[in-house]
């Protein structure tokens, strides 16, 4: 299995523009998250769903932040407008029902998003 | 509400051992978990502990969990430089669907040759 896919793995844009993350989560899983790493506020849990179902967003900042889970092997995460303050490092991690029985999450390589 | 503490910070000696100390909240957590962060990387599982076990160990690492203290520790013997990178404490939370995890700030593990 080639594991949690993230692209783009860079994105430099300008303070304003429009951003979209993709996750590609292990098939079979179904729980997939999104965090954000920042050195000031470390690892913090966006969004996950279950099930393609948004189950806990209360982690997402803003309204500028949205995803969406539209089929068990993709997930999305939108900027708009994107913040300098959204510069961060962002990762997709997916869980499989079952698959452990210590529920490990698997993690992507991240998109390391910087906002000029 | 729930809350995983950890230093951010460890600098060992090559060969010695490491020993990482993370305090949690939630009483009621069936795993612990000390995940791995490569530079560049994503974070990946290193080890985890279930909440009835008071010792695990797998070669070079020894998890230790006071359940009475909520404090979880991972000793890594014999530290190598291949061991620098940063080490998160997460703490299971809920049942089924609302499963996730409470996560500490990290530790940074600098090795000094």
């Known amino acids: 299995d080639a594991g949690v896919i993230q692209s783009p793995r860079h994105e430099v844009t300008e303070m304003g523009q429009e951003v979209t993350l993709r996750c590609k989560p292990i098939?079979?899983?179904?729980?997939l998250f999104w965090y954000r790493q920042t050195m000031m506020r470390g690892l913090e849990l966006l969004i996950y769903?279950?099930?393609?179902?948004?189950?806990?967003d209360s982690g997402m900042p803003e309204d500028r932040f949205s995803a969406k889970m539209p089929n068990a092997s993709f997930s999305t995460l939108k900027i708009q407008p994107s913040e300098p303050r959204d510069s961060a490092v962002y990762f997709c991690?997916?869980?499989?029902?079952?698959?452990?029985?210590?529920?490990?999450?698997?993690f992507g390589p991240g998109t390391r998003l910087t906002v000029l | 509400g729930e809350d995983v503490e950890q230093s951010l910070f460890l600098s060992v000696r090559e060969g010695d051992s490491s020993v990482i100390n993370c305090t949690y909240t939630?009483?009621?957590?069936?795993?612990l978990y000390w995940y791995k962060q490569e530079p560049g990387a994503g974070l990946q599982l290193l080890t985890y502990?279930?909440?009835n076990m008071d010792m695990k160990q797998d070669q070079r690492l020894t998890v230790l969990l006071n359940k009475k203290d909520k404090h979880l520790s991972l000793r890594i013997a014999d530290t190598q430089t291949g061991d620098s990178a940063i080490y998160f404490c997460a703490e299971s939370i809920g049942w089924d669907s609302n499963y996730q995890l409470i996560w500490g700030a990290g530790t940074k593990l600098i090795i000094k040759p």
């Open positions: 991690a997916s869980r499989g029902a079952g698959v452990s029985s210590y529920n490990e999450q698997f």
């Open positions: 939630d009483s009621s957590s069936t795993y």
């Open positions: 098939s079979g899983h179904n729980s």
């Open positions: 769903f279950n099930n393609n179902v948004p189950i806990d």
């Open positions: 502990i279930f909440s």
